[in-house]
C-alpha cells in the first residue's frame, strides 16, 4: 500500500509541477486516480511540506509549496 501511496505522491507533484495551482476535484478527474488514492498522496506530500492546501471560492485547491 505505501508504493501505491508513494508512487500517487509522485504523479500528484508531477501534475502540480506542470499545470500549476489547481483543484482537488480537477486532479483527480485529470490524473484519473482513485480520489481515496489522491487524499492519501496528498497527505503525503503535506506531511513532507511539499504542497499547500487552501479554500478558494468554496474549492478546496492545492499548489507546490
Known amino acids: ?11 500528484i507533484w508531477k501534475y502540480l509541477d506542470k499545470n500549476g495551482a489547481t483543484t482537488i476535484a480537477k486532479l ?11 487524499q492519501r498522496g496528498i ?3 503535506a506531511q513532507e511540506g511539499k504542497v ?4 478558494v471560492n468554496r474549492a478546496e485547491t492545492i499548489s507546490l509549496t
Open 1 to 11: 500500500m505505501s508504493e501505491i501511496v508513494g508512487n500517487t505522491a509522485g504523479e
Open 28 to 38: 483527480t478527474r485529470e490524473t484519473k486516480i482513485d480520489e481515496k488514492n489522491i
Open 43 to 45: 497527505g503525503w506530500l
Open 52 to 55: 499547500s492546501l487552501e479554500i
